[in-house]
């Protein structure tokens, strides 16, 4: 630390630029710390920081890293606690962005993430900092409070083993495991979807990931009907309710849960903290929520099985369009699914287009005869539950035609769910249902590779432009209709992996980009570096999705 200081009363009063003499290892009394890059504006993004944890001062219990999976829980409860100590600091006055740390802020899922990071030699701590100055000269006194004062106690504080958060520390690994133990009973079972009782999965607003207080919010209970039970390993007991391979129907009158139900189970892919509300909640994890996107993308996309006999004449077999119909993009949606492997399919009749799902039988009498190019998702749902082994989840309350072909269906009322299978069967004594096509379309298997068309320059950047958004140099690649993935570092990191593939005009096999994607983030390949404080996991699934949004690259064809 000496060193720092007697760096930074050097370069006091100098311009911006001799921060770069900052550079190189500094080691502090419980640790390094190390300089990833240095800012060389005050206005230009952050600088990194790289701060290893030595193992021999952490003084962790053994059985909190003897697994990846105890790491991983460690990690997510230690970035927490960085994240409460960096916010508790008070901002310097500079100019620009200097004069704070920023730490990326942890949301409801307990996941890797690249700004903690178990390593052999220790734990390595990524965050960021503007470094502060009076217009573009350094003002080293406030660097100093920063880095010499505030810093220290930060880690210190979040970092070193404490009696007064041991347990909290025991219980947020225990919680981890224990849903990922539970997923995999879940699997066991044959279920595809689960919702624990006393969950809370109502969020405080639309634009918040937070839960409703507990005041107004009613827990989750499961009919009896319904019910499913599990014992962990750790002696904890799950019940709720439980879904197995089918077709369901999520039903109610407006504003009581519908689409709230609908989407935790799409965010059941991760498992959650206690705050959150929706720890235990379970999807299958080859999910995928589909909407329509009128506008979107689609790049050499088979619509066939739901498209096809276009007036125009174009080949539906290899669809591209940069400004898709609501329809075509849900349609298409579905079949990039299904090519990724998906086994579950989420769809609200809310953000879906009425004419994919469903036709009505008396506009079918009026039609009959006319060209119609679209084929319904409702005549070809029991033929992917029966022979493509997949299930559909959806919610409807206007769409009458799915019920006699549900396996279940659940109608909400203030958020208390009922089963309403039986009457809903009752009440189609008469055996009527959409037409079913039986036999499996070509075009909804692997896909043999992909192939980018246009790469990148080399200055050309590719970063996230907001959540559901990527910049690839001047292309903008829109992808907000891709629900699950809700963490800003995930988008980060999707960035990252886009640039990857981007850069080189190449045919990538699904394998190749299954690698490219599930490289932990402890051992991310030399192209994309070391990994940033922002990164999060995702999956072969996401990169999937995005991939087909963009024109710079297509499926090819079997």
């Known amino acids: 630390m000496k060193k720092l200081d007697q760096k930074l009363r050097q370069i006091q009063g100098k311009p911006y630029g001799y921060y770069q003499k900052l550079a190189g290892p500094i080691r502090f009394p419980f640790g390094t710390l190390k300089f990833e890059h240095i800012q060389t504006d005050p206005y230009a993004p952050f600088s990194r920081l790289l701060f290893l944890w030595p ?60 700004s903690v990071q178990y390593k052999t030699e220790g734990w390595e701590i990524r965050f960021g900092v503007g470094l502060p100055s009076e217009g573009r000269i350094i003002e080293a006194d406030s660097a100093r409070t920063l880095l010499l004062d505030q810093l220290p106690w930060a880690l210190q504080s979040s970092l070193a083993l404490q009696e007064s958060w041991k347990a909290e520390a025991q219980e947020h690994i225990d919680l981890y495991r224990d849903q990922l133990e539970h ?33 107004r919010v009613i827990p989750f209970q499961a009919p009896e009907s319904l019910l499913e039970s599990f014992q962990l390993s750790s002696g904890r007991r799950v019940e709720g309710l439980g879904l197995k391979k089918g077709i369901h129907l999520i039903t109610g009158g407006g504003f009581h849960g519908k689409s709230t139900l609908l989407q935790a189970l799409s965010q059941g892919i991760y498992p959650h903290t206690n705050q959150d509300g929706r720890s235990f909640v379970y999807i299958e994890p080859a999910s995928s929520y589909v909407m329509a996107k009128s506008g979107r993308c689609v790049a050499g996309t088979n619509v066939s099985p739901w498209i096809n006999r276009l007036p125009s004449g174009i080949d539906s077999a290899s669809f591209s369009t940069l400004n898709a119909s609501g329809s075509t993009s849900q349609a298409a949606g579905v079949v990039e699914a299904l090519q990724a492997g998906s086994k579950v399919l989420l769809m609200d009749e809310d953000t879906s287009a009425a004419n994919y799902l469903v036709r009505n039988a008396l506009m079918h009498q009026l039609l009959e005869g006319f060209s119609e190019p ?157 990994p940033k404080a922002e990164w999060e996991k995702v999956s072969y699934l996401h990169l999937r999705q995005l991939l087909s949004r963009c024109p710079l690259g297509c499926w090819l064809s079997d």
Not at 197 to 210: C, K, V, Y
Not at 390 to 407: E, H, K, N, R, Y
Not at 457 to 480: C, F, H, T
């Open 183 to 215: 997923a995999q009973i879940c699997a066991k079972k044959g279920l595809i979807a689960f919702i624990p009782n006393g969950a809370l999965l109502p969020r405080a607003s639309g634009l918040s990931e937070l839960p409703m207080s507990s005041d």
């Open 55 to 114: 193992h021999q001062e952490a003084h962790y219990p053994a059985d909190w890293v003897a697994q990846p999976v105890d790491r991983i829980g460690l990690g997510d409860f230690l970035a927490r606690r960085l994240y409460t100590a960096f916010s508790d600091l008070a901002p310097q006055d500079s100019t620009g962005q200097g004069g704070r740390f920023r730490f990326p802020r942890p949301d409801g899922r307990i996941v890797e993430r690249g």
């Open 374 to 530: 679209i084929t319904p998702y409702i005549y070809r749902v029991k033929m992917l539950k029966n022979k493509v082994g997949v299930s559909t989840i959806i919610v409807a309350s206007g769409l009458g035609d799915f019920l006699p072909l549900c396996d279940t269906v659940i109608a909400l009322e203030g958020y208390k769910p009922q089963d309403l299978t039986s009457r809903a069967h009752e009440l189609n004594k008469e055996g009527k249902a959409a037409p079913q096509l039986a036999e499996v379309p070509g075009g909804l298997g692997r896909k043999p590779g992909y192939k980018v068309l246009k790469t990148l320059a080399p200055k050309e950047k590719v970063r996230m432009r907001n959540m559901g958004s990527i910049l690839l140099g001047e292309q903008i690649l829109d992808a907000q209709d891709v629900e699950q993935i809700p963490g800003e570092g995930q988008w980060h990191y999707l960035a990252s992996l886009l640039h990857q593939v981007y850069s080189t005009e190449k045919v990538w096999s699904p394998t190749e980009l299954e690698t490219l994607v599930r490289e932990k983030l402890e051992g991310f390949s030399a192209s994309l570096g070391e």
